[in-house]
């Protein structure tokens, strides 16, 4: 299983853009990488995933370099209710024993 | 469309009790997973199921324990309860094959 390695906290203010970089290092050919946000006391909720370049929804866009070594969670315009943990995870299928980091602790100030 | 239903909400039990929380996927999800959230902790996978079978398990003793239904719902069973099994039990459901995973809300387990 590929590990993964994030920055455990970061701070930014509201309406300004937010990048998460998560390593791994050791991804295989087959693994994919998926972004999930969760607020306190609640499930995390999926955001987003890729397996190469860039992809974007309506939340976020993943930039995946050529290497796919790291992936970027880039969130535009950030506001308070965006204050969560968010976790990265790379693997094949989601239940090949899913290891769920310690996430990275987003605050966002007014 | 539903989502992920956990039932129940909190439970309170004592040292050495047994405790069952239940979970129902959304309809049409076949695979269903279990984690444990300590407060302030990152969540640790448990359990996942897929048709009924156990697929895969995290590094829990064999206390925890659970099972699928034919109608794809499922039960954690939790025997010989410890003080530190207080936490947030996660259920998420997915696709067969698919990684993205929808959580319900949690059962907050106090053990007293």
């Known amino acids: 299983l590929a590990k993964t390695t994030q920055p455990i906290s970061m701070d930014s203010y509201e309406g300004q853009e937010v990048n998460i970089t998560c390593s791994h290092n050791?991804?295989?050919?087959?693994?994919?990488i998926t972004w999930y946000q969760q607020f306190p006391s609640q499930g995390p909720r999926f955001i987003i995933q890729?397996?190469?370049t860039k992809v974007t929804n309506e939340v976020a866009s993943l930039f995946i370099p050529a290497d796919r070594k790291s992936s970027t969670l880039s969130l535009p315009r950030v506001s308070l209710s965006d204050t969560a943990v968010y976790y990265c995870l790379v693997g094949e299928r989601a239940g090949f024993k899913t290891i769920f980091g310690a996430g990275t602790r987003l605050f966002v100030k007014a | 469309e539903a989502g992920v239903t956990q039932s129940p909400t909190h439970l309170i039990k004592t040292r050495g009790q047994q405790a069952t929380l239940r979970c129902s996927p959304i309809s049409g999800h076949t695979s269903v997973y279990w984690y444990q959230q300590a407060l302030g902790l990152g969540l640790q996978f448990l359990l996942w199921y897929d048709e009924g079978e156990e697929r895969n398990r995290g590094n829990f003793p064999p206390r925890f324990s659970g099972r699928q239904f034919p109608n794809y719902s499922s039960e954690l069973n939790v025997n010989a309860l410890e003080l530190e099994d207080s936490a947030l039990y996660l259920c998420?459901?997915?696709?067969?094959?698919?990684?993205?995973?929808?959580f319900g809300p949690g059962t907050r387990l106090t053990v007293l």
């Open positions: 890729g397996y190469k």
């Open positions: 998420a459901s997915s696709l067969q094959g698919y990684n993205e995973q929808f």
């Open positions: 050791n991804i295989a050919t087959n693994d994919y």
